[in-house]
């Protein structure tokens, strides 16, 4: 319930502002979903809920707020402290590559370092390859098949996800960016659906948490669908099709960028003949490996062991 007390005193941006802050410090709430701090935290949440951009004039802190503006900021700091609810669900909004992304409890929040591979093309790793054919398998909310479609003006590219509830804040994301003609989105269970289909490059973000990081994780993360999340007791049960599958969906040379998080030890433990290509980010980020088709049907007959 919001305390009428607290909507009475605290007035202005500021105050809101720093209130969040001694909220979020306070409830000892997880930070990952954008953030590390609880100032970023509070930014994150108090401005688009005012309809303000993040840069906004720093003067209008000051700025005092009506009687409604202020209920819904103490319910949004409120949800996030007692609820746990991550900010993006609150705002609906996320921002991957630089862009914002619609989301809700139906995908996982963006936070892949994929984004950093985009803004370089994909380079050195699609080496003389032009992708004009593009899957993003595994979508959630659209926002690496979409950046990638900005990034490559003459690519087409399929959004593909098994969650018909995905799908759905995919095309709204689709829509938001006017890339109906380029964009499509297909419910399939990875490859299913996409008989006859090949592309010059496919990026994953699949499920890959592990059946004891799943029990370790925060309650923040327990609001995101756990279909997004959960792949088996070593996290790899969709990883695996991919690799035996990705081949018969790839042209000559076409490469397969797939992240698996904290299950990288366990993939490399899974097939310790197989010499996984790592990428290296610029930001510290790690567990995204890529193949092209040729290395991948190489290993055919280790990934189908």
């Avoid at 398998?137 to 990034?151: F, N, V, Y």
């Avoid at 993939?267 to 092209?292: M, Q, R, S, Y």
């Amino acid at each position: 319930m919001t305390n009428p007390l607290i909507i009475d005193e605290l007035l202005t941006i500021r105050d809101y502002m720093r209130w969040a802050q001694s909220r979020f410090k306070a409830g000892e709430i997880f930070y990952g979903h954008g953030t590390d701090n609880a100032h970023d935290e509070a930014v994150q949440l108090i401005l688009p809920l005012l309809d303000l951009p993040l840069d906004f004039d720093p003067r209008l802190l000051d700025a005092r707020l009506i009687r409604d503006e202020r209920i819904r900021l103490v319910e949004a700091i409120n949800s996030r402290v007692d609820e746990r609810l991550p900010v993006p669900y609150i705002t609906g909004e996320a921002w991957f590559a630089g862009m914002p992304f619609y989301v809700d409890e139906r995908v996982l929040i963006p936070r892949s370092p994929i984004a950093e591979l985009i803004a370089v093309d994909f380079q050195p790793w699609l080496g003389d390859i032009e992708p004009l054919r593009i899957l993003d398998l595994c979508t959630g909310s659209g926002c690496i098949g979409i950046a990638c479609a900005l990034q490559f003006p003459d690519a087409s590219v399929d959004l593909v996800d098994i969650s018909e509830d995905a799908l759905d804040v995919a095309e709204s994301n689709v829509v938001r960016y006017a890339l109906e003609e380029r964009v499509d989105c297909i419910e399939s269970d990875l490859f299913t659906e996409l008989t006859d289909l090949r592309y010059d490059l496919i990026v994953s973000n699949p499920p890959y948490v592990d059946a004891r990081d799943i029990a370790e994780m925060p309650p923040e993360y327990r609001h995101e669908p756990q279909l997004g999340l959960v792949a088996g007791e070593d996290g790899l049960d969709i990883v695996r099709r991919i690799l035996l599958e990705a081949p018969d969906y790839l042209n000559e040379g076409g490469l397969l960028i797939v992240e698996v998080g904290n299950s990288w030890l366990a993939l490399e433990e899974a097939f310790p003949a197989v010499a996984f290509t790592w990428i290296e980010f610029e930001h510290g980020e790690d567990g995204v490996f890529c193949f092209n088709r040729e290395e991948l049907l190489a290993y055919a007959a280790l990934f189908a062991a």
